[in-house]
């Protein structure tokens, strides 16, 4: 079985660099283009999909339903949604920083273990994509399933990457881009790294 991973397209909240995680932005118009040249890529090398797991938060919606052949079986998972960054959302690192000093500095001084207010904490967030990852795979196999497409964030990217391929990578080095695919091949029933972001 084939696994492709992909990040949303881009949004506003990209380009200027705010925290926004479960906060529900769309696309922008660079993030629409992002979607459409995946949509191509898929059609030209002939790739159809047989399930599609997708985060409901629009910026995943709208680039899943772009590049998706219509035939692919579509299961809408809100464990996939980015990780929640509580009260800092809609903020940029400046504007966190002048108005939570105390709590930035300790965030940045350990960010896997300080939860800003109202944030969901990592450990949480971790086993709640695990969990998500090994439904899913289960019951693409249950489905025999040939090829299989995953939309959703960069944070929930990171935990996948991390999870299925080296627990030892660095988390803020891992990069998925918008606009492009990375594939995964299952090999006696483990996820296998083939290619990253490709397109």
Not at 158 to 176: L, T
Request: charged share 25%.
């Amino acid at each position: 079985m084939d696994i492709i991973l992909i990040r949303h397209g881009q949004t506003d909240y990209n380009l200027q660099k705010k925290f926004y995680g479960s906060a529900d932005v769309p696309l922008n118009q660079n993030g629409i283009e992002d979607a459409q040249k995946l949509k191509d890529i898929f059609q030209k090398n002939a790739i159809q999909f047989d399930r599609v797991y997708f985060s409901p938060l629009k910026r995943a919606v709208e680039t899943m339903e772009t590049c998706v052949n219509k035939s692919a079986v579509r299961i809408k998972m809100s464990n996939l949604v980015e990780k929640s960054f509580g009260h800092w959302e809609g903020l940029d690192a400046n504007q966190i920083e002048s108005k939570y000093p105390v709590e930035w500095q300790k965030w940045i001084n350990d960010p896997f273990k300080v939860t800003p207010r109202g944030a969901e904490k990592f450990d949480s967030f971790v086993k709640r994509v695990q969990q998500s990852t090994d439904y899913l795979i289960n019951d693409a196999q249950v489905h025999q399933a040939k090829t299989i497409l995953i939309v959703t964030h960069l944070g929930v990217l990171r935990v996948i990457d991390q999870y299925w391929n080296d627990p030892q990578d660095v988390f803020w080095n891992i990069q998925y881009k918008s606009g492009k695919y990375t594939i995964y091949q299952m090999t006696n029933r483990i996820p296998k790294l083939m290619i990253r972001n490709i397109g």
